[in-house]
């Protein structure tokens, strides 16, 4: 069951690089007591992803940071390097954006928002989707982008509903 807005967001530890390597994030940890954008999207380095989603997340950035969120989180299932890699690329990092792995898709999964495309070689992969969550419950989901778009879960589409 995929969750939506009014749900607690489940338990799941993510990866990032830190100064000395990859590091365990729990995602409940991250996310208690604070007011946070969550996206999601298929993969690092992919056109859509690269090219719109997480450039409108940037632009928005300052915005979000108007309205009191504490941060903004990019989860894909890769692995650490690779978001590292992606982060650095995007310019996601200079620009205060935080870029979490999901390597084995657990998150991914527990939100109910995996999906496999064999035509273009993705499994295990996450479906694109933003969410504002605050005190790790859902107050706004936002999802439903048709394969190439991300419209719905856009930066400036969060940054209406908020």
Same mark, same amino acid.
């Given at each position: ?34 007011? !946070? ?5 298929? %993969? ?9 989603? =997480? ?13 009191? !969120?504490?941060?903004?989180?990019? =989860? ?19 620009? %205060? ?36 969550? =605050?005190? %790790?419950? !859902? ?24």
């Amino acid at each position: 069951m995929a969750i939506s807005t009014g749900d607690t967001i489940p338990e799941a530890t993510l990866v990032r690089m830190g100064a000395e390597g990859p590091e365990q994030v729990s995602i409940t940890e991250r996310l208690k007591g604070r007011k !946070v954008i969550v996206f999601g999207l298929p %993969g690092a380095f992919t056109s859509t992803c690269s090219a719109s989603h =997480v450039p409108s997340f940037i632009r928005t950035k300052a915005q979000f940071d108007e309205k009191g !969120v504490d941060e903004i989180i990019c =989860v894909s299932v890769n692995d650490p390097f690779v978001m590292q890699a992606w982060e650095k690329d995007t310019g996601a990092g200079d620009a %205060g954006l935080t870029m979490l792995a999901d390597p084995a898709g657990e998150f991914t999964k527990a939100m109910g928002r995996g999906f496999d495309a064999p035509p273009v070689g993705f499994y295990g992969r996450s479906q694109r989707y933003a969410m504002y969550v =605050v005190d %790790g419950k !859902v107050e706004i989901m936002q999802d439903g982008d048709a394969p190439g778009q991300c419209d719905m879960s856009s930066g400036e589409a969060m940054l209406e509903k908020i």
